[in-house]
């Protein structure tokens, strides 16, 4: 079978680079044209200058909360309902899609809506499902829901761009769901690794076997190795991708079963939670994503999700960037002492005191006594008390600062930990 779903996946990565930043700028032009909300976001941008990661990187991240403000701003507004001012009502600005030119809009938890364009793989699925082992000719199932969320049509139309046929399973229903696999003999599935769990073990309850089945495209979950070995002992190579209703398809593994390979039309970004500052690579951050989905054009989108870069190339042979998958959630704002403490906040300390390589606020103490400590990790002198100092006029609350040994904080993307104890 063919290795790769194109020749992409396998440019020597400057070339790869190279192409990305040479047609940023056409996407974003289009996107100024078009989407008033990415206008807002270019001004005093000059496209041209947008040719590296340096230069990326001083464009402000814009977060997923922005979006939610603006869609329901605009929401309040009143249109004729065509046009760029549809569009503005609609999706708050940042698509250039309005009405009878998105082909369906979907809901995220917030409200968010999202629009699906008309071009074949929409969402950038199919990449996934090829190196999953998916070819032309096979029955896919598919057990994403295909009610407000994507996750249905993103399979599907992955599938379909591959020559497959769909059966369209959804969610619920597991008896009916093990009728239908023994009926139509289906070559791989695709849904929450969870569900195709549940759909095997009642499947071994009514004694009925599912032979057909070997390969399955996960999302939307954790696939932990312990899974992935049970899925292995009944004859199945499960793989996962992650994505998300904004972006589509961010990363997906590969048989090399190292990591997870960069989409092919993103620039991927992994910064320091609350800020937009890029870290070294290996080190733990939130994911920033720049799409060239001319649809939906986000520039430097932060997704509030954490992970880390792997050096080096993929054993597979594709030679994009890889991550380590899902870490957790950047978003590690506390309350202490009735004041909420941000990452932001912790990050503006770095910043007035650049000695300090790492940092990380730790939380402790019980009910109704809170203890703030700030650790750092400097590779010179350190004023603490100045440093102290500038946590109070940051966050208004006093905190301890305690000089730790470098590399001794952990590589989590934790700035803020919560260690109290309530017994």
Avoid at 44 to 51: K, P, R, S
Avoid at 357 to 380: F, K, N
């Amino acid at each position: 079978m063919q290795a790769y779903y194109d020749a992409r996946e396998t440019l020597p990565p400057d070339a790869r680079e190279r192409q990305l930043f040479e047609r940023l700028p056409a996407a974003l032009e289009r996107a100024r044209a078009r989407a008033p909300a990415i206008a807002r976001q270019l001004q005093e941008i000059d496209l041209a200058a947008l040719d590296s990661r340096a230069a990326l990187a001083r464009v402000p991240v814009l977060r997923k909360s922005e979006l939610l403000q603006a869609q329901h701003a605009a929401h309040m507004a009143r249109t004729d309902g065509t046009g760029d001012a549809e569009r503005q009502r609609v999706f708050g600005g940042f698509s250039t899609l309005g009405w009878g030119e998105a082909r369906r809009v979907y809901a995220s938890p917030g409200p968010i809506y999202e629009p699906e364009g008309p071009r074949p793989d929409y969402w950038g699925f199919a990449r996934a499902l090829h190196a999953a082992g998916v070819r032309s000719g096979m029955l896919v199932h598919n057990c994403f829901s295909y009610h407000f969320t994507p996750a249905g049509s993103m399979m599907e139309t992955a599938a379909h761009a591959l020559g497959c046929t769909v059966f369209p399973g959804g969610v619920g229903q597991t008896e009916l769901q093990v009728r239908t696999m023994a009926d139509l003999a289906p070559h791989a599935y695709t849904g929450t690794p969870s569900f195709l769990r549940i759909i095997l073990e009642k499947a071994d309850e009514m004694g009925v076997a599912l032979p057909s089945l070997r390969r399955a495209l996960f999302s939307g979950e954790a696939y932990p190795p312990s899974l992935q070995a049970w899925f292995r002992d009944r004859g199945i190579q499960g793989f996962q991708a992650y994505g998300s209703a904004d972006l589509g398809m961010v990363a997906f593994e590969t048989p090399a079963r190292e990591g997870l390979v960069v989409n092919e039309d993103l620039i991927l970004e992994i910064v320091r939670p609350g800020t937009g500052q890029p870290v070294p690579a290996g080190e733990v951050g939130e994911l920033v994503v720049t799409t060239l989905n001319a649809d939906y054009p986000l520039l430097r989108f932060g997704t509030g999700d954490l992970s880390a870069l792997m050096p080096g190339v993929s054993p597979c042979g594709r030679t994009n960037l890889r991550i380590r998958g899902w870490l957790g959630r950047a978003d590690q704002t506390t309350k202490v002492r009735g004041m909420f403490v941000h990452p932001e906040q912790i990050a503006r300390v770095l910043d007035r005191h650049p000695e300090i390589s790492r940092a990380r606020l730790v939380v402790s103490g019980g009910a109704g006594h809170d203890i703030m400590t700030l650790h750092v990790e400097t590779g010179g002198a350190l004023d603490a008390a100045a440093v102290a100092d500038t946590v109070r006029e940051q966050t208004k609350l006093r905190a301890l600062v305690e000089i730790v040994a470098a590399g001794s904080l952990p590589n989590d993307g934790r700035v803020i930990e919560d260690a109290r104890h309530y017994d």
